[in-house]
């Protein structure tokens, strides 16, 4: 979704506060976010405020800063850390002469970089086509030009109606697509149900070593980098516990804040083996100042796909960074909730294999 210029894009951001706790975590993660879609920050422009302004989210006067830096920097973008409406990106490019962007527009290119497969390009194809539908009118004046021409002449249809007729026709051959995908996916869980594979599904914070574990757990190959969003599309993997045990086991998108929901929406066939899995894997950086709110963010997405009643076995990873030790954790009822480990260095991975296989048991127990 970004233009790319010679030797990479280089944008101005605006971080603005309104009042959030974690709000200057918030401006480290979205530094990360803006070098993961491969762009180069050149200035960050920060604020207090107690609402959004309606004509440019940051206030006439903010914007004009934003402008000046633009011309001192000569930057090709700036990027919010907020969502704005169609109206306040289009008074802010007005204001900027360059591209405005904003949180959901910058995780869409980072999360179209990083799609792999048929069904993740797919995916993310009908997010950015859903949230391109609700910013047609840019002031483009070709937008409001009626069609002409031989055969053609008449009241006609205007190009900004044709752009809407065609995205819309497009947006329903993605639907009918992922929908094929989906009845592939569930006739594939209906074969595992019917042998009574026991399924587990890793889920947790972007970086927060979701396909490390995945990896070190499985012997696989996935994609793992320390960026956000390395990886986003779903594997799955069967994998022997003991000589009696095995699972499949699936590596599922991360988690994060203020995630699009049209994202949501757009992942829900994927997301959907974490919605059928009998036991998550709940992957957490235990040194992350902030991983209490990742908790939480990763619980309200599970809660929005309808998976928050699935059980939870909460696995805090790369205690190497600390030099900690590896531990299982039990609760009043000698239940196992926790599980310290290092999937990078494989420290804990017994620990966790023996915890799965007692889930099982206690899963089996439960059925009975």
Known sequence: MFE???????????????GEPDYRDGIDEFVELVKSAGVKPLQIIEGKRQRPDAAYFAGSGKADEIAQAVAEHQAQLVIFNHQLSPAQERNLERKAQCRVLDRTTLILDI???????????????????????????????????????V??????????????????IRVKRLKDQLAQVQKQRATQRKSRERTGQFTVSIVGYTNAGKSTLF???????????????????????KLYLDAEH?????????????LPHTLVAAFRATLEETVNADLLLHVVDINHPMRELQIAEVNKVLKEIGAEQIP??????????????????????????????????????????????????QSEKEQE
């Not at 190497?320 to 599980?339: G, M, S």
Request: one cysteine or more; aromatic letters at 6%.
């Open 4 to 18: 790319r210029h010679q030797g990479g894009d280089e944008a101005i951001l605006v971080c603005l506060d309104f």
């Open 111 to 149: 999360f179209a970089q990083r799609a792999r497969t048929a069904e993740g390009k797919l995916q993310v194809e009908l997010a950015q086509l859903a949230h391109i539908q609700t910013r047609l009118i840019r002031g483009w004046t070709h937008l409001e030009r009626q069609k002409g021409g």
């Open 151 to 168: 055969g053609l002449r008449g009241p006609g249809e205007t190009q900004l109606e044709t752009d809407r007729r065609l995205i819309g």
């Open 215 to 237: 990896n070190a757990l499985t012997k696989a190959k996935i994609y793992v980098a320390d960026q956000l969003f390395a990886t986003l599309d779903t594997t799955s993997r």
């Open 246 to 258: 095995s699972i499949v086991l699936s590596d599922t998108v991360g988690f994060i804040r203020q």
């Open 312 to 361: 939870q076995l909460m696995v805090f990873n790369k205690i190497d960074q600390k030099a900690l030790p590896a531990e299982l954790l039990r609760d009043e009822y000698d239940k196992i909730h926790t599980v310290k480990l290092s999937a990078i260095e494989g420290n804990g991975l017994d620990l966790l294999r023996a915890a799965l296989i007692e889930a099982m048991s």
